[in-house]
């Protein structure tokens, strides 16, 4: 088995774990209903898991062009445990370096997800798991690696105690270095902050500004993207993600990433720092919760 390897958002991808619309599921459990309030109840229609399945087909086969290798999760059936699914493989586990961390989720219901991808994983790293009654807390999709930077986004979804204990599992290799809820509270931060490449960030107009720039990124060149700048299309779902998913983008490498091919003002601004894109609808982002960088969950960058 080839050990995990991933210490960054751009890096060239060799090996990914891409999400399954199967069996997904809205549950009614407490815990899921106090974060999402508005969300449907039951059982994703088979038309959607049809259509998201088919968009990821998709998606599978542009990265094999591109030579990544694909693996899929496990099969769960959601919807007879209660859970949710396994679409967005980001949002559960953080993979540092050569490090598995199986998150302390905000939403404890989700942490189901872990063992649809965990197959894949054992054997190839160490696996920390987290203490599921303790006070600490994230989703990983609260984090965003740059090397020995790690950005922790303090939100709904993740706290000063998680990133407390994300610092002492990583060791003084890393440095967390917390982004404040003041600058985007609701969830993930894979909308708001992106590494592009070394040296190069794209920032969430809205939510960033010049005063809220992690130190490391001060110097770093800086495409900013406004709301103007996303094309905010309809859907027959609803969307309970915001327009923002535009920025959930999937880095192939530091010239090539995988993003919403309606996007054009992005992809354009994107091209004119020297990267290329691959548009790949995903018809449901915004009614799933999750986009390019969510679905997948990079195990092998070189």
């Known amino acids: 088995m080839i050990p995990i390897n991933s210490n960054n958002e751009w890096d060239t991808l060799k090996e990914v774990i891409l999400g399954t619309a199967d069996h997904m599921n809205w549950p009614d459990t ?15 229609p088979n038309s ?5 399945n088919n968009a990821l087909e998709s998606f599978k086969k542009v990265l094999e062009n591109e030579g990544v290798k694909v693996l899929r999760p496990t099969e769960i059936n959601y919807q007879k445990r209660n859970g949710f699914g396994c679409y967005s493989p980001r949002d559960s586990i953080l993979i540092i370096g050569d490090k598995v961390i199986c998150s302390p989720m905000h939403l404890k219901d989700r942490m189901m997800e872990q063992e649809a991808l965990l197959p894949e994983l054992t054997g190839r790293s160490y696996i920390t798991f987290p203490d599921i009654d303790s006070e600490y807390m994230f989703d ?19 706290n000063f105690a998680g990133a407390r204990w994300l610092q002492n599992i990583l060791g003084h290799e890393y440095r967390v270095t917390t982004v404040p809820k003041t600058v985007y509270h ?18 969430n107009s809205e939510r960033v500004t010049e005063e ?24 027959i779902t609803p969307q309970i993600s915001t327009k923002w998913m535009a920025l959930n983008i999937l880095s192939i490498n530091p010239e090539l990433v995988v993003c919403d091919p309606d996007q054009f003002i992005i992809r354009e601004k994107l091209n004119r720092v020297g990267i290329e894109s691959i548009g790949i609808k995903l018809p449901h982002s915004r009614y799933l ?12 960058r070189e």
């Open 30 to 44: 407490k815990d899921f209903r106090s974060k999402f309030k508005t969300a449907p109840n039951g059982k994703v």
């Open 212 to 235: 809220t720039i992690p130190s490391f990124m001060e110097n770093w060149d800086k495409l900013w993207i406004s709301k103007d700048d996303i094309k905010d299309t309809r859907t």
């Open 48 to 52: 959607i898991i049809y259509q998201t």
């Open 289 to 300: 919760l999750g986009g390019h960088h969510c679905t997948t969950l990079d195990t092998i």
């Open 186 to 203: 609701g969830s993930h931060i894979d909308s708001t902050i992106v590494p592009l490449r070394e040296g190069l960030v794209m920032l």
């Open 140 to 158: 990983a999709a609260n984090v965003m690696r740059c090397n020995d930077e790690i950005l922790f986004l303090i939100s709904s979804t993740g």
